[in-house]
């Protein structure tokens, strides 16, 4: 199928995360807690929408650290300085290695790009501008508007109607297997980027493309159009 629209999730797909573990270490806390921390604000935006109801991520972030944080053993930190502190630290995030080739890549194919983040479009722009790739995306998105976290069907349909997109030559990439469900659901194209050579669920939609890296995948989508 042809493409013309390229929609990427941001916390993970494009930032590196990791060196949010630092942030953790300076509070004391041990820094793998990172994934554990991020996989329990997920659930709880996904909850919070499956329920009906919304809450930004920067709140849902900031409760879970304050609750993780508080149940360490011997822990006696300050948990609302420290949650901040942590929180902080998604201003300073970078992308990964393969990012910034791809989206140039993809770019250069005339394909439209832009970003769909349950986080904030405030953080995303700092991301891209700082590595230099904010004047290739057309948009950058947030579930904000629409209220409702992906991989609910509402936030995939408010990106396509923010762009005027059409969903069948829109693709989503995505490091996380929910996201492309949601959006394969959704009546999207889906591309995993699977940097980790993970088995994809298979209790999830498949992905209509999946590669190792962004440049791999930028390389499959403009060679073959989709």
């Known amino acids: 199928m042809t493409i013309r629209s390229v929609l990427f999730d941001v916390n993970e797909t494009l930032s590196d995360m990791s060196t949010l573990r630092t942030r953790f270490a300076d ?38 650290l304050r609750g993780l944080l508080t ?30 080739d791809g989206v140039r890549e993809l770019h250069a194919a005339g394909l439209r790009l832009a970003t769909l983040t349950n986080g904030s479009a405030a953080n995303t722009e700092r991301l891209l501008s700082r590595a230099g790739l904010v004047e290739y995306f057309t948009a950058l998105l947030d579930v904000g508007a629409p209220r409702a976290w992906k991989p609910a069907p509402a936030a995939y349909h408010y990106a396509i109607d923010a762009l005027g997109a059409d969903p069948a030559e829109t693709v989503l990439v995505a490091v996380h297997p929910w996201d492309i469900d949601g959006a394969r659901r959704a009546g999207l194209q889906a591309a995993w980027l699977n940097r980790g050579g993970a088995e994809y669920p298979s209790v999830m939609t498949a992905a209509t493309h999946t590669a190792a890296d962004l440049h791999r995948l930028a390389d499959d989508l403009t060679t073959t159009g989709g």
């Open 71 to 100: 149940a360490l053993p011997r822990w006696e930190g300050d948990a609302a300085r420290a949650a901040a502190h942590i929180l902080d630290g998604f201003a300073d995030l970078t992308v990964h290695p393969d990012v910034p």
């Open 27 to 64: 509070v004391g806390a041990p820094g793998d807690l990172v994934a554990t921390w991020f996989a329990g604000v997920l659930r709880d935006g996904f909850a919070l929408t499956t329920a009906g109801a919304y809450a930004d991520f920067r709140d849902v972030a900031d409760a879970g």
